[in-house]
């Protein structure tokens, strides 16, 4: 009798479903419709003409009014709408996108910048697909700076009009789904400029197009054209000459506009005003995140299902050896098993963060901040987690995983502008790491640079920063003293020290080396001494973002383990384990040179992984199953069992020319007969 543990795969299953399982199966039922699923090699016309019908269909599905206002036809369902929006992936990228442009980013900005009036306005028709429209933020010349977007919304009193204007080609809106064919409105990001002062970025309503698809006067539009992916979306750029609309149209909910252009806003300070309306708009990195996790599952349900099966070089029973049983094969592919569990588990707790602000259980600035920093630490690593996990798929699927029919080159096509769409990854761990920064200094208000000092030497006793998920409690003194063994760095508490103090190091050490950078200069000098020290420290910035975004992770995983019991705990214990340890491996440079673990330790952590690669080799298959994604979702013929079929064909053709005498000698079998007989 096996003593191998089995998991519980329909329990792993539940826990990978999460919170908003029944729209998550909603969703998934819609995805697994013909009608809104990609075509392969479409044109991108004909994929275009497509999606806008798909769009048609998702509305009669009731598929995308959950985050609305009950009385508009909604349901009030923020976090039910994003797990939703989120398995839309298996359908069509572009399908979803394209939704999420219409619903989850134009419709968004009217329900969460605007006010009541805008609400019944233009909600409805938002809604039903009879208004569509573009979300008109990106400039050609600003990208990610948000705050310095260069279009204008200048108010004219006496005709109680705003004139919205692009002054020069860097200004035009860029990148817009629905901007080159059919939106016909768009909410506007300009600075609001009234009685000659600058009021900084709000939104407008702007009309764009007739319903016919006719540019409105002063509106310009150009066509972005075939892109890297997602050419099912009509991206374009938008720009505006003098464009009047009225002063109702300004978006208005944290800043208004009077009849005489008075500005008020119950938000007296202007950068917090702008943080607190871009902050609205966050649903677009939880949205992501989930979405990248959603297309590592089907990525490695592709890989593994087709390593499992396929045979390539003869083993020592004769027949060639399953591709899953290589140890490289398995260092390829488990290990981004264990970050995919990972990233899914990490993704339910942000997701869980934002419908808590967004429903109002827990509308709390502290709340709102920290969802903002999740989302801007896990959306970028879930991001590039997916195309380096897609593309290592295509390479383990060789051959097969090029054909366009098996899923994989699409959705790396597509979900390759995830990493810098909704914030480009590298700003938004620049945020995270500013964020980390604050936190940190405010440890030390009346502290010194040797009080920062004692701190990057792991000695600040049990003071505790808030970093999201969790609190970090440093009291981290020698962790060589911790992981002594391969048993010391097995245990959940060392994997959590050595994550937790890679980060609270590297934060202390940049943090220092700022505060050096101004230590007794003149005032005059500082900021352009701290500019520079600051852009010095970048690098190392983002690379703590990037560590903390992983322990985050890491603690979610540890987290959803109370899900389990019995087998199945144990199963998921060494996944976790894998992932945790897959980190300090990657890592190792750094846990080397700042004296954390020992060369001898290293190896250890090494061995111990290939270990647990042996064991979780054994319950990759069930592991893959509780992602519960069907030939429907999946639609990739590798990953239907065609590939064990053909080996069994194969199999069965030799043993049967072999029973009756028909399969020939080999070169090297007669000669050892002959060799034999002299």
Known sequence: MSTTPRIDVNAVRDSLYGKWKTERLEARRVASDPRFQTIPGQSMEDHRARVLEQLGGLVEAGAIQRAYPSDLGGSDN???????????????????????????????????????THHEKWLPDVISLKLPGAFAMTE????SDVASVATTATYDPGAEEFEIHTPFRGAWKEFLGNAALHGQAAVVFAQLITGGVNHGVHAFFVPIRTPEGELLPGVGAEDDGVKGGLNGIDNGRLHFTNVRIPRENLLNRYGDVAPDGTYSSHIESPGRRFFTMIGTLVQGRVSLDGSAANAMKGALAIALRYGAERRQFPGPDGRDTVLLDYGLHQRRLLPRLAETYAVAFAGHRLLETFDEVFSGANDTDENREDLETLAAALKPLSTWAALDVLQEAREATGGAGFIAKNRLTGWRADLDIYVTFEGDNNVLLQLVGKRLLTDYAAQFKDGDVAAIAKAVAGQIGEGAVRFGLRQIGQSIADLGQVARSVEGVRDESAQRELLADRVQTMVAAIAMALRESTKDLPKERRAAASAAAFNAQQAKLIDAARAHGELLQWEAFTEALADFSGDTLTVMTWLRDLFGLSLIEKHAAWYLVNGRLS???????????????GRIREQALDLVDAFDLTPELLRAEIATGIEAERQAEAHAHVEARIADGTWPIHEKELRKRAQAVS
């Open 78 to 116: 923020h976090g039910g709408n994003i797990a939703a929006f989120q398995e839309l992936v298996f359908a069509d990228p572009s399908l979803q996108i394209k939704s999420g442009v219409q619903w989850g980013l134009f419709g968004a900005a009217i329900l969460h910048l605007g006010t009541r």
């Open 140 to 143: 050609i010349g600003h990208g």
């Open 599 to 613: 060369g001898s330790r290293v190896e250890a952590v090494t061995a111990y992984i290939d270990r647990l690669l």
